[in-house]
């Protein structure tokens, strides 16, 4: 007897988890289909979540109703906020997380819908009919029926992984690869490419001269991830430091002889790297003016003896690998429990899906995460986020959700990855973002949360929360518009910070725009009595928003000036089937690209490499008549 599933989701990684999370919680029956139970939400590399531009992905999976963040919260051992030296458009929520507690917190949130069967298989066939998603075929040739498939294979697509000139099948360590399932695809008329990532050698920690480290500790108060997790209640767990060291020119010579036996530079992994991300023998080639490259030593888990060795990503033999290590500044003596290794895998250049992350060869056939080219725990989960919501959307006959560059990281992300393709691993930067000073990672519910709730993502309750917010953010700032403090009030810290005095009273409004004053400061000022301001002296969230707002108030109107412009040309809907060809006056390359991408809007096509303004020009007179 053949299953069927409203939903099936293929892998289980950190696109799958939240791919089947939203199908479950929209009401759809869901086939989580993984080769391991035990191996769902593994971290393939580096047990942290967030970073820069990442932290703000988390976010906002979190603010449309993602599970990322709580999973994160629950396992995070050392939580930082990255660039505080900087203005708030950058700041990004880092964790340290034990990689063994990360994958139990996601299986019991996977088990905790009832609606959710996880099946332990491989899939190698995707049955079509007439142009639509029908099935799919697993290892065991068990068939199983299904309205939507939601591909999150990660690495495992015909994964190689090289260690110097040795090559050994796998996806991840000690885990097999998914065959078959490319070449299905090929055949269904998609293209197919290569790309390739590494991870770094494991450490003994009782091995390591910690004396001799630069110790890098977490916040003194930590940051949670998820709006949803009680701060009084955090952190779950005991916090731990990280370290640094440094390679220097000893250990570069060392690698150094290695290179012969590279995989990457002898031509045997065909696959392209991440730049943003190089392995440690790429650095030495590439920035031969360094004397010397980061390294960060951080652990794997509360109750592990392993050290991810994060900076020294490398495939090199191991032997070479071990005597470079004993070159580092406090690892002279260190075991090396397991060698760097980099994998090759197959992915599927993301022209090939909509904004939507559907496919436009076949319908009800979703791609999310590394098959789309992407690099990074927190890229797969924002896209299989979107993914699972838009697949049950489907099937509901509800609206499809597609983010705008002006709305979400995440919808800038997925319109990189359709417009404009990638042919290396893509990782999410906050200079990827042109509104990123509206973007902040602070304020993603404040964005987002209306969408989470209106695919029941978000309850109530929640929503209620958030609009309770920005009530108490809009009462606050129209209090600090109209609230005066007195010369003799504010002159004293003035003078303190080195700031020239004032002669009048002043709008706290106006006056906390000068660049060393802070917000939490000048209402300490302000007299007592003054019971307006209690309830934002009393709230340190009111109080760093407000701040931001109002110092950083020019620069955000500016932007939004620039996004109601952009959002004529977005309101420009272009038909998907419209016909290019018609258009004898577009230029060669614009016509190609434009009938690849299919645009959805103007707005759309005029960010599609290779479209000209002049071709923008021409679209617009076109559809206008």
């Not at 990123?436 to 109530?460: E, M, P, T």
Request: contains cysteine.
């Amino acid at each position: 007897m053949n299953l069927s599933y409203d939903v099936v989701v293929v892998g289980a990684g950190h696109a799958g988890i939240e791919a089947a999370c939203a199908s479950a919680k929209m009401g759809l029956q869901v086939a989580l289909v993984t080769m391991e139970k035990k191996a769902i939400g593994r971290m393939s590399c580096n047990p942290a979540i967030g970073g820069t531009a990442k932290g703000h992905l988390v976010r906002e999976i979190d603010a449309l109703g993602g599970v990322m963040g709580i999973i994160a919260d629950q396992s995070g051992i050392q939580f930082r906020m990255l660039n505080r030296s900087k203005g708030p458009a950058v700041w990004s929520p880092r964790s340290q997380n034990d990689r063994k507690l990360y994958s139990e917190v996601a299986i019991r949130v996977i088990e905790s819908y009832e609606k959710i069967n996880i099946i332990e298989s491989s899939i190698v066939e995707i049955l079509v009919e007439n142009k639509k998603v029908s099935a799919v075929v697993t290892s065991e040739n068990k068939k199983i029926n299904s309205n939507a498939v939601v591909i999150c294979s990660g690495t495992f697509l015909n994964g190689l992984m090289h260690t110097g000139l040795k090559a050994v099948s796998g996806g991840r360590f000690g885990e097999m690869p998914a065959a078959g399932l490319t070449e299905c695809l090929v055949q269904l008329g998609f293209e197919s490419g290569r790309l390739k990532t590494g991870t770094p050698p494991r450490l003994n920690k009782n091995s390591i001269n910690w004396d001799v480290l630069e110790v890098q500790p977490g916040d003194e108060n930590p940051q949670p991830f998820s709006f949803r997790t009680k701060i009084s209640e955090f952190p779950y767990l005991p916090q731990v430091n990280c370290h640094i060291t440094y390679t220097d020119a000893s250990v570069h010579r060392v690698l150094e002889k290695g290179f012969n036996e590279s995989p990457m530079f002898t031509g045997l992994i065909r696959g392209v790297g991440p730049r943003y991300c190089p392995s440690i023998e790429d650095k030495i080639v590439r920035f031969k003016d360094k004397e010397r490259h980061h390294l960060f030593l951080e652990p794997e888990g509360l109750d592990s003896d392993l050290i991810y060795l994060n900076g020294f990503s490398t495939s090199l033999p191991t032997e070479v690998q071990l005597e470079a290590l004993h070159k580092i500044k406090g690892l002279e003596e260190v075991e090396m429990i397991r060698p760097g290794y980099a994998v090759e895998y197959d992915f599927f250049p993301p022209h090939q899906v909509d904004l939507t992350l559907e496919t436009k060869l076949i319908e009800g056939l979703y791609f999310a995460g590394q098959i789309n080219g992407t690099s990074g725990y927190e890229e797969a989960a924002a896209q299989g986020l979107i993914a699972g919501i838009n697949a049950s959307a489907k099937i509901l006959h509800k609206d499809e959700l597609v983010l705008k560059r002006s709305e979400a990281y995440i919808g800038v992300m997925i319109d990189d990855l359709v417009n404009k393709s990638t042919e290396e691993p893509y990782r999410m930067f906050t200079s990827r973002a042109e509104h990123r000073l509206l973007l902040r990672q602070d304020n993603s519910d404040r964005r987002l949360s209306h969408h989470g709730h209106k695919y029941q993502l978000l309850s109530d309750e929640l929503l209620e929360q958030v609009n309770e917010k920005k009530k108490k953010l809009l009462v606050g700032r129209e209090l600090l518009e109209t609230i005066r403090i007195p010369s003799k009030e504010i002159n004293s810290l003035l003078v303190k910070i080195g700031e020239n005095e004032t002669e009048s009273s002043e709008f706290i409004a106006k006056i906390v725009k000068r660049p060393e004053l802070r917000l939490k400061d000048i209402l300490q000022c302000k007299s007592e009595n003054d019971l307006a301001l209690l309830e934002i002296k009393n709230n340190n969230y009111l109080i760093e928003q407000l701040e931001i707002e109002l110092k950083y108030e020019g620069y955000i109107k500016r932007q939004e000036e620039v996004v109601k412009k952009v959002e004529k040309f977005e309101a420009l809907n272009i038909p998907l089937s419209f016909n290019y060809l018609n258009l004898n006056s577009l230029s060669t390359e614009g016509r190609e690209k434009l009938i690849k991408v299919k645009p959805r809007s103007i707005g759309q096509a005029s960010r599609i490499s290779g479209v000209t303004a002049s071709d923008i020009s021409i679209l617009l007179v076109y559809l206008r008549k």
